[in-house]
Nanobody
């Protein structure tokens, strides 16, 4: 069974950086496309970024140039480096494989304006 454990969220001032991570178990990590998603209060969950097994990356337009997704196959971990954070980036952040497994608990990112 696939398990997803996010960590590394927190409270940061506008313009600051944060780098949550997600450890994945129960699957052949190196073969999977990985994605980061976020859900703000009162809104639906949205795609943020993804990275294929070959390293190709895709981003939500609103985060292009500010966020970078990466993966470490030796550690079964994916990272989301977030720079120049904005108030509107405040949300719970989740990772998942493609196709989706059961969601983890997420990690809260709060950006103070």
């Amino acid at each position: 069974q696939v398990q997803l454990v996010e960590s590394g969220g927190g409270l940061v001032q506008s313009g600051g950086p944060l780098s949550p991570s997600c450890r994945v178990s129960g699957t052949v990590f190196s073969d999977r496309t990985l994605g980061w998603y976020r859900q703000a209060p009162g809104k639906t969950r949205e795609f943020v970024a993804s990275i294929t097994s070959g390293g190709s990356t895709f981003y939500l337009d609103a985060v292009k140039g500010r966020f970078t997704i990466s993966r470490d196959n030796a550690k079964n971990t994916t990272y989301l480096q977030m720079n120049s954070l904005k108030f509107e980036d405040t949300a719970s952040y989740y990772c998942n494989i493609v196709p989706w497994a059961t969601w983890g608990q997420g990690t809260q990112v709060t950006v103070s304006s």
